[in-house]
C-alpha cells in the first residue's frame, strides 16, 4: 500500500517505467505544451521516435491542438496506454524519484512524489495546501480533460514550487545519492540536455523530506516568513508547470469521487508531479509572450484606444534592443513596458500610470478586448524571444514580449493576491521543459 502523509498531500507513489529494453531517449519525449507554434519541431521527434514505444504515443502534443484529427488522437492514446500495460512494457518502482535535469551547463533538481488532489484548488482566491500560480485557458483545459478521461495512466509533466529557502527537503537528497538505486540516466533528444534518476529507497532519506515538508507546513512558520496574519491557510506547493494538466486531474477526481462505491484511497485522487525548490539555482522564470494570428487593423493604434495617453511607443531596430528595453522599463518606478513585433516593425509599448499591478494583467486585458471585438483570430502563448520575434514578423501575425517576473516574490503574491493571469511565467526555456518519463496508474 502507498505511504500517505495527509498533513502534507504526499503519497509515495508506485511509479511505472520503461522496461530497460526500452531506448529511454526514444521514450521520453518533452511536455505536450511545448513548442505549440512550431509543428515541425513535433514532425522531427515522430521521425526520431518512429514504431518505438514512446510516451509520444500516449500524449496530444498542442501544435494539433487545431486540427480535425483531436478525437482520433485521444482514441490512439488510450489504446496505446492500456496495450503498453498489457504487454508488460513498463516496470514498477516503489518510492518517489530523485531526478536531476542537466542542461546549458547547470543541474535542475526535483523530487517526484504523488500529491493529494483533495487539497489542490485551482481558483483564484484558493486558500488550498496546493494552489495554482496562474489562470486556466478552457480550450486546453477542456483538451486535458479529454485525454485523461479514459486513461489508464498518467504521465506528468507538472512541476511543484516549494518556497524552502533552507535547502532542507530536495538538497539533502541530492547529498544521498551514493545510497540510492539508479533508475535511468541518458541524453534527451532534440539537444535537450541529460536525465538522470534515482529511488529514494532509503527510509532514513524519505523521512527526512517528510520531516523537512512538514517544517515548511507548519503555521508559525508560514505566518512568519510571509508576515501575514496567523488565521492565513497554509501555502505549502505552488504549481509551476503544468496547471492545466493538474486541473483537469482535480475535475475528473471530484466528478469520480461522487459516483456510488468510489473508495476514497482511489489512484485518481491523487497526481503524479516533480517538485523543485523555488531557490534551486537553476531555476529560472522566463516570460511567456503572445503570439496574434489573423490580426485585423492596425496594433499599435488598438493598444493607444485601449490605454489612452498613459501609453507611449518607443521604435526598436530588432529583437535585441527591444528585449533589453522591456526588461529595464518594467520596473515599479519605471511604469510598464512590453514589446509589438509585427510585419511592419518593432517598437516598445510604455505605460506611464499602469492600472495593474503586472504588465502581463495590462497586456491580457487588452488582448481580452482584442478577442471580444473580434479583432484578431487566435492567440498562442510561446516560449523564446527568438520564435516569437519571428513569427510576429508573419504578415497577418503580430507579437508582444513581455518581461519575466522576480521568482523571489512568487508566494508572496500569490498567498496576497490570488492566483497570476494565465500564462504569466514559465519555468526555464522550452528545451529545458519537463520530459514525460515516468508514469502511473490511475484505475483501479
Known amino acids: 500500500m502507498p505511504r500517505i502523509y495527509p498533513g502534507i498531500a504526499v503519497q509515495i507513489p508506485e511509479v511505472l517505467l520503461p522496461v530497460t529494453q526500452i531506448d529511454p531517449a526514444r521514450w521520453a519525449v518533452i511536455a505536450c505544451d511545448q513548442f505549440t507554434s512550431q509543428p515541425d519541431y513535433w514532425q522531427a521527434v515522430c521521425h526520431r521516435v518512429g514504431d518505438s514505444p514512446s510516451a509520444l504515443h500516449m500524449i496530444l502534443p498542442e501544435a494539433y491542438l487545431h486540427t480535425s484529427v483531436k478525437s482520433e488522437e485521444i482514441g490512439r492514446i488510450h489504446r496505446s496506454m492500456q496495450q503498453y500495460l498489457n504487454q508488460d512494457l513498463l516496470q514498477p518502482v516503489e518510492g518517489m524519484i530523485y531526478v536531476e535535469r542537466a542542461y546549458g551547463g547547470q543541474i535542475r533538481r526535483g523530487l517526484i512524489m504523488a500529491l493529494d ?173 503572445r503570439v496574434l494570428y489573423g490580426l485585423h487593423g492596425d496594433l499599435s493604434q488598438a493598444v493607444y484606444d485601449f490605454l489612452g495617453e498613459q501609453v507611449s511607443f518607443t521604435p526598436c531596430q530588432e529583437a535585441n534592443p527591444l528585449l533589453e528595453m522591456v526588461e529595464q522599463v518594467d520596473r515599479p518606478d519605471n511604469g510598464q513596458a512590453f514589446g509589438i513585433v509585427t510585419s511592419q516593425g518593432v517598437q516598445v509599448a510604455q505605460i506611464a500610470n499602469p492600472g495593474f499591478n503586472l504588465v502581463v494583467s495590462t497586456v491580457q486585458a487588452f488582448l481580452d478586448e482584442l478577442m471580444q471585438t473580434g479583432k484578431v483570430e487566435r492567440i498562442d502563448y510561446v516560449h523564446g524571444a527568438e520564435v516569437a520575434y519571428h513569427l510576429g514578423k508573419q504578415n497577418g501575425n503580430a507579437s508582444l514580449y513581455l518581461p519575466p517576473i522576480p521568482k523571489e516574490n512568487l508566494f508572496r503574491t500569490i498567498i496576497r493576491n490570488g492566483s497570476l493571469p494565465l500564462k504569466t511565467f514559465s519555468i526555464g526555456e522550452a528545451r529545458q521543459k519537463r520530459f514525460y518519463m515516468e508514469s502511473r496508474k490511475i484505475v483501479l
Open 117 to 289: 488532489l483533495e487539497q489542490y484548488h485551482f481558483e483564484h482566491t484558493a486558500s488550498s495546501l496546493i494552489r495554482a500560480t496562474e489562470g486556466t485557458i478552457q480550450e486546453r483545459l477542456d483538451l486535458r480533460i479529454e485525454v485523461r478521461q479514459g486513461s489508464v495512466l498518467e504521465l506528468p509533466h507538472i512541476l511543484v514550487l516549494i518556497d524552502d529557502p533552507e535547502c532542507s527537503v530536495i538538497e539533502p537528497v541530492a547529498q544521498a545519492t551514493p545510497r540510492l538505486e539508479p533508475l535511468y540516466d541518458f541524453e534527451l533528444m532534440m539537444e535537450s540536455g541529460h536525465l538522470t534518476g534515482w529511488l529514494v529507497d532509503d527510509s532514513d532519506v524519505e523521512a527526512g523530506v517528510i520531516r523537512a515538508l512538514q517544517d515548511l507546513a507548519r503555521p508559525d512558520y508560514f505566518t512568519r516568513r510571509y508576515g501575514i496574519n496567523r488565521d492565513a491557510s497554509v501555502l505549502l506547493y505552488a504549481v509551476g508547470d503544468g496547471n492545466h494538466s493538474l486541473a483537469a486531474a482535480k475535475v475528473l477526481w471530484e466528478e469520480l469521487k461522487q459516483q456510488p462505491g468510489i473508495r476514497m484511497d482511489h489512484p485518481a485522487r491523487y497526481a503524479l508531479v516533480e517538485v523543485q525548490n523555488l531557490h534551486e539555482e537553476a531555476l529560472c522564470f522566463e516570460p511567456i509572450h
